[in-house]
């Protein structure tokens, strides 16, 4: 699977729009960006995940460039429950069911 | 709609001791299931997964064990836990082959002392 490379943290104020980018520079054709998210004490939220098309669903939206070499976690109106830790993953689809390699991701604060 | 439990959701054990974690899961069949551990300031390991009834796979050796004894049952369990065994355990769900889409529970929070 191919690394990723994200921003140990950042601030956002509160209602403005959090973009959280990611670098995945060896991707390959067939790996799909994945993002996660995790509140302090719970377990992990699944976002959104895409392959190079952009997505949007109601939590957030998932901007891919066009040579997927990063892509950018857009949460259009931060509110104080988006502070959590962000998690850009990077997995092949279409093969097994084995589990998720989380990696350090970034700490999102929104500040009021 | 679909549910996941994990109890308990803290645990305090002395080392050497057993431990034995249950997570079920609700409005899903032939689900992937998967336990996960994070130690204090670390990230989130990845311990078992088993994709049906009785098919465990193990990602790291260790004095863990996993069992599937119900088609929507996934149990974590220690003969003997060490002090290392620390950590909030969690479990999650996943259907079909091949998606990363997994539903996490909410954990249980377990000190070894």
């Known amino acids: 699977d191919a690394k990723t490379t994200q921003p140990t943290s950042m601030d956002c104020a509160e209602g403005r729009a959090a973009n959280l980018p990611c670098n995945h520079s060896?991707?390959?054709?067939?790996?799909?960006v994945y993002w996660y998210r995790q509140i302090h004490s719970q377990g992990p939220q699944y976002i959104i995940h895409?392959?190079?098309n952009n997505e949007t669903n109601e939590m957030a939206s998932l901007i891919i460039t066009e040579d997927r070499k990063s892509s950018t976690l857009i949460l259009p109106h931060a509110t104080l429950r988006d502070t959590a830790v962000y998690y850009c993953?990077?997995?092949?689809?279409?093969?097994?069911?084995?589990?998720?390699?989380f990696g350090k991701g970034t700490h999102l604060i929104i500040q009021p | 709609s679909q549910t996941i439990h994990q109890w308990p959701a803290t645990l305090v054990q002395p080392v050497g001791s057993p431990l034995s974690l249950e997570c079920t899961v609700e409005?899903?069949?032939?689900?992937?299931l998967y336990w996960y551990r994070q130690a204090a300031g670390r990230g989130l390991q990845l311990l078992f997964y088993?994709?049906?009834?009785?098919?465990i796979s193990s990602e790291v050796p260790q004095n863990l064990s996993a069992s599937r004894p119900q088609d929507r049952q996934f149990i974590l369990s220690s003969k003997k836990l060490l002090l290392s065994d620390s950590g909030f355990y969690l479990c999650?769900?996943?259907?079909?082959?091949?998606?990363?889409?997994?539903?996490f529970g909410p954990g249980t929070r377990l000190t070894v002392t």
């Open positions: 895409g392959l190079k």
């Open positions: 409005g899903t069949s032939n689900p992937n």
């Open positions: 993953i990077v997995r092949v689809s279409g093969g097994g069911a084995d589990g998720l390699t």
């Open positions: 060896t991707i390959s054709g067939n790996e799909y």
């Open positions: 088993s994709v049906g009834i009785g098919q």
């Open positions: 999650a769900w996943s259907v079909g082959r091949g998606s990363y889409e997994q539903y």
